[in-house]
Every structure is written in C-alpha cells, then in structure tokens.
C-alpha cells in the first residue's frame, strides 16, 4: 500500500471514469435495499444528479440482532436490475466470506464495513476474488491498522482497492462519529491507493452531510460516497443521515466547485 511503490497513485476503474483520477467520483444511494421500487427510484434520482455508482446493503451489519438485517440476495437482484436501467455500477456489503462468490455475481464493487476491516478470512477472500473493494476504516481503528489491513487484499496481487475514511468514535456525542478530516491528506501521503470520504456515516446528520463532503474533498478525497433516501423519516435504516435526491443535487453542484478550486 506504500506510495513509493506507485508514485503516481492506483486508479481504480468505475463506470468508465477512475477513482484516484482527475475527477471526484461519487457513490450514491440507500443505507439499505428496501424494495425494488425504493431502489430504482433513488438508482435513476442520483444518477440524475451525477453519481457514478450506485450503493444499497442488502446484508445490513446492524447492532442489534433485531434490527433489519437486509433483503439478502433478492437485494442483490433487485440492484441489479437498477443497473440495468441506470448503467450505474453496484457497490454493496460483503460480511461474510462465504458469500463472497454469490455477492460477485451481481455486485461490481466489494464493500467491506467498518466492524469488519479486520476480519482477516473475509479480506483474504476478496483479495482472493480480484473483485474491486471498498475497504472502510474501522470505526476504533489507525490509519496504520486500516492500511495493514489493505495489505490482506492487496497481498493475493488484487490491487483494486479503494480505502473509505468513515469518521472514527471518540468522546464527542453530538455526532454519531467523527468526521477524521486528518487522515485524508495523511493517507494520499502514505499510500498509492484512492481514498473516499463518508460523511454520512461520520456525521450521522444530514444537515452535516454536505459540508463535511466539501471538507473532504477541500482535504483531497478522490471520492464520497453518500447516503441518500427518498423519504429519510421512513427509511429502515439511517434516515437521520440521509440526504433527500434534491439536497443530493445541491451538494453535488458544490462538490464540483471545490473540486475545481482545490
Ligand atoms: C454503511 O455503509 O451502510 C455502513 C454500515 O457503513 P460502516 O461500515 O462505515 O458503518
Ligand atoms: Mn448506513
């Protein structure tokens, strides 16, 4: 993962752009795959805003056991016929490693999550697909551990990898996380890979969801990637950080402006 191995940095394709290119890339769509509906409407709403992909969970790593786990693989399928429709390619969660193969058949974009950065059986699994993954910081986890942690998929010669800044838990309450704006220009320092900032998840507010994204990409992100619902007070699943299609479009016009200003 070191950058004196390719100093002109990785790029990772995605829907014929890359990410670590010239460009932000954007990575849009619902916390979780609700229906079919609900996923081809916000599929065609972020694309018409200028996303480059498409995210839905259909396996949820929620805290409690209760909660909504996901649609599993019916998810899956349903995303894929968003694709089809849209064009946007699928980033979506793999927490397990046997589901590997199955989640490779429909998605182009491996999501690992943050509670499981150091499951090192499914890294070496998605190392071992070749598939493009997204690699989420651990919520309790350094920039060190996070790009150890690259080294398990990167180890099996799969260099797609993308590293995704989600904020970090620390004392503070008034948001869900911490937004650690830091480790971007620490991690475009140290590694070759791109890196993509969450704000959804390291604020947990959508009201914060925009300026953080500008903080990001001001820091030098490669990428967002963005929580965005059709009606956030009745999503199953973080609706408080959700963004609506048309404050979508808003940040996505300023993300463009800070972008050809930095
Ligand atoms: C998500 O992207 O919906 C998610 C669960 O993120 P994280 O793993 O960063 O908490
Ligand atoms: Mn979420």
């Given at each position: 993962a070191n950058r004196s191995f390719q100093p002109d940095g990785t790029k990772v394709p995605l829907n014929g752009s890359m990410m670590g290119?010239?460009?932000?890339?954007?990575?849009?769509?619902?916390?979780?795959?609700?229906?079919?509906?609900?996923?081809?409407?916000?599929?065609?709403?972020?694309?018409?805003?200028?996303?480059?992909?498409?995210?839905?969970?259909?396996?949820?790593?929620?805290?409690?056991?209760?909660?909504?786990?996901?649609?599993?693989?019916?998810?899956?399928?349903?995303?894929?016929?968003?694709?089809?429709?849209?064009?946007?390619?699928?980033?979506?969660?793999?927490?397990?490693?046997?589901?590997?193969?199955?989640?490779?058949?429909?998605?182009?974009?491996?999501?690992?999550?943050?509670?499981?950065?150091?499951?090192?059986?499914?890294?070496?699994?998605?190392?071992e697909s070749q598939h493009t993954v997204l690699l989420k910081r651990g919520m309790s986890s350094t920039v060190q551990d996070l790009l150890m942690a690259a080294e398990y998929i990167l180890q099996h010669g799969n260099t797609r990898v993308m590293l995704c800044e989600r904020g970090i838990r620390t004392f503070e309450t008034e948001t869900r996380n911490t937004s650690d704006i830091n480790a971007i220009p620490a991690l475009k320092k140290l590694t070759h890979l791109p890196v993509v900032f969450d704000p959804s998840h390291a604020t947990g507010k959508w009201e914060y969801v925009e300026p953080l994204a500008l903080a990001g990409i001001a820091a030098g992100a490669d990428g967002l990637i963005v929580e965005v619902h059709m009606e956030p007070d009745k999503a199953v699943s973080d609706g408080r950080q959700s963004l609506k299609p048309d404050g979508f479009k808003q940040m996505m016009e300023r993300v463009r402006r800070v972008a050809e200003a930095v």
């Open positions: 290119g010239n460009k932000i890339l954007v990575i849009a769509g619902p916390c979780a795959v609700e229906s079919r509906e609900q996923i081809i409407e916000t599929a065609c709403a972020v694309k018409e805003a200028g996303a480059t992909a498409l995210r839905g969970g259909a396996y949820k790593p929620r805290t409690s056991p209760y909660s909504f786990q996901g649609f599993g693989e019916d998810a899956l399928k349903w995303m894929a016929e968003a694709r089809e429709i849209t064009g946007l390619p699928i980033v979506t969660e793999v927490m397990d490693h046997n589901l590997v193969p199955l989640i490779c058949e429909y998605a182009d974009v491996l999501q690992i999550g943050a509670r499981n950065m150091q499951n090192f059986t499914l890294l070496n699994a998605v190392g």
